[in-house]
């Protein structure tokens, strides 16, 4: 594993409740995304983060937010959770390969269960 | 919407069979890679093909890539119970800036018999 933490590592949640996700990484790595893993859906980019302060929305970012105040920390809010975001879910880095190619690196997941 | 279009969904082999996963894509890409996850793990990178090789290996994974048909295979040799996983593909975008981003497909999931 490339020092990639993220807590809780599970959750359970009444709906409407918020809940914050934290992925916390020792790589020094400039590029965070967090996705969620669905049977049948694969991974799916919620956000993502290019460096302090600077996030962006991925495929599917509604009802989620981000925040990134330090390198190496990259939170995920669920302001109102629902329980269609039940779900597992990722943090991952990313490094150059060169010419353009970035591999990524992982965290271990975080369920979230929303009742 | 996916990217990668993983096939087939589910292998089933016997320990010592090779193992073969294909992917396919929609849009013009930079490169191609291929991640294993074990059950209730995080995704492992396993290797990358850039969009001007063909084919590249790394111990016992053999990938290629064929840019005109837009898919890629996976080739696990002498598969053993450990390589019992999900694999999936995943692709970074041509054009512009990335940031890094990838599409990743469904998966395959392979289970290797003992």
């Known amino acids: 594993d490339a020092g990639i933490t993220q807590s809780p590592r599970h959750k359970v949640t009444e709906t409407g409740t918020p809940v914050t996700l934290r992925c916390h990484q020792t790589?020094?790595?400039?590029?965070m995304y967090w996705y969620r893993q669905d049977p049948g859906h694969g991974l799916r980019l919620i956000h993502y983060s290019y460096g302090v302060k600077d996030t962006d929305k991925g495929e599917v970012s509604d009802g989620y937010s981000v925040s990134r105040s330090k390198t190496e920390d990259f939170l995920l809010t669920l302001e109102s959770a629902t329980s269609s975001q039940t779900s597992v879910y990722f943090c991952a880095t990313s490094t150059t390969s060169g010419r353009g190619a970035y591999e990524q690196y992982f965290g271990p997941g975080t369920r979230l269960t929303v009742t | 919407s996916q990217q990668g279009e993983e096939d087939p969904q589910a292998l089933s082999i016997q320990e010592g069979e090779n193992a073969t996963m294909n992917c396919s894509y929609k849009t013009s890409i930079n490169n191609l890679q291929w991640y294993r996850q074990n059950s209730g793990r995080g995704l492992v990178h396993l290797i990358l093909i850039r969009s001007n090789e063909r084919e590249k290996h790394s111990g016992r994974l053999r990938v290629t890539l064929d840019t005109s048909k837009k898919s890629s295979s996976l080739l696990i040799t002498a598969s053993r119970a450990a390589d019992t996983a999900s694999y999936f593909c995943a692709t970074g975008n041509a054009g512009g800036t990335s940031y890094g981003k990838l599409t990743f497909g469904q998966g395959t999931i392979l289970t290797v018999h003992p």
């Open positions: 790589e020094n790595h400039r590029y």
